[in-house]
């Protein structure tokens, strides 16, 4: 893995000139904090990424599948806002939407039987994790395993090996649920390649990348892999207006 090509100085200069970049109309928290640095911004968001998790862990979970091979921002965010105004909450608030295809694609105005079946066998997960742990509240379950989860044995994990759930959505759901670490998404890895000239062959590199930026920063991995998600969805628009037309394409 080549990421010693760049001495610490230079991992600085290059991170302090995407921070200090403003947040573009398709920067990812551009709706959030418009007028806002991409290092402002992402400071903030990262100090409270697992909100939602906490408060409503059914919705942070179904996000995050519905975020799979989907424009968040586009087509999943305002679906889970609209859900968020709702008394959503709960796994079992979960199970009780996904009782049935016609259920969960009613409620989430979405026709998705994958992500339905990775949704029920994640929850079917979730109880095999609670038949092990002595605490029952629904985040502090997940937030436990999301601790200890190893994305390098990711394939071998209890929730790493269900069908559909790759190692992007694997670290999206621990991000979620508390634990400091950053999803190897097409915006993370283009910034590595075309700002940093890293030359990385696989996901996992792309992970361990970052977090090696994070330690010369002194930042969690977290602010960082946001940092390079709005830089890269603020500042590569066509390329990633491409990728996501090809990812619609792909709805079930």
């Given at each position: 893995m080549i990421i010693n090509s760049l001495n610490e100085s230079e991992i600085k200069e290059i991170v302090k000139k995407l921070e200090n970049k403003k947040l573009t109309l398709t920067s990812h928290l551009y709706k959030r904090f418009p007028g806002k640095s991409?290092?402002?911004a992402s400071e903030i968001f990262a100090n409270k990424y697992s909100a939602d998790a906490r408060e409503k862990p059914a919705l942070a979970l179904l996000a995050v599948v519905l975020s799979i091979h989907r424009n968040y921002t586009k087509i999943v965010e305002p679906r889970i806002d609209r859900i968020r105004q709702t008394a959503f909450c709960t796994f079992v608030d979960l199970k009780e939407k996904t009782k049935n295809i016609e259920t969960f694609t009613n409620f989430c105005e979405m026709r998705a039987p994958e992500k339905y079946n990775i949704i029920i066998s994640i929850l079917a997960a979730i109880d095999k994790l609670k038949e092990h742990n002595a605490e029952d509240d629904d985040f502090e379950v997940l937030h436990e395993w999301a601790e200890e989860a190893d994305?390098?044995?990711?394939?071998?994990d209890i929730i790493g090996s269900i069908n559909g759930v790759g190692l992007a959505t694997f670290q999206h759901l621990r991000m979620n649920f508390g634990a400091d670490t950053v999803k190897p998404d097409q915006r993370v890895k283009e910034v590595l390649k075309r700002e940093f000239r890293f030359n990385l062959s696989n996901d996992i590199e792309?992970?361990?990348?970052?977090k090696r930026i994070a330690e010369v920063m002194c930042k969690s991995a977290l602010y960082i892999d946001q940092v390079f998600v709005n830089y890269g969805s603020g500042y590569y628009f066509k390329e990633n207006n491409d990728k996501i037309n090809n990812d619609d394409s792909l709805k079930e």
């Open positions: 991409i290092g402002e994305f390098r044995n990711h394939e071998k792309n992970i361990v990348a970052v």
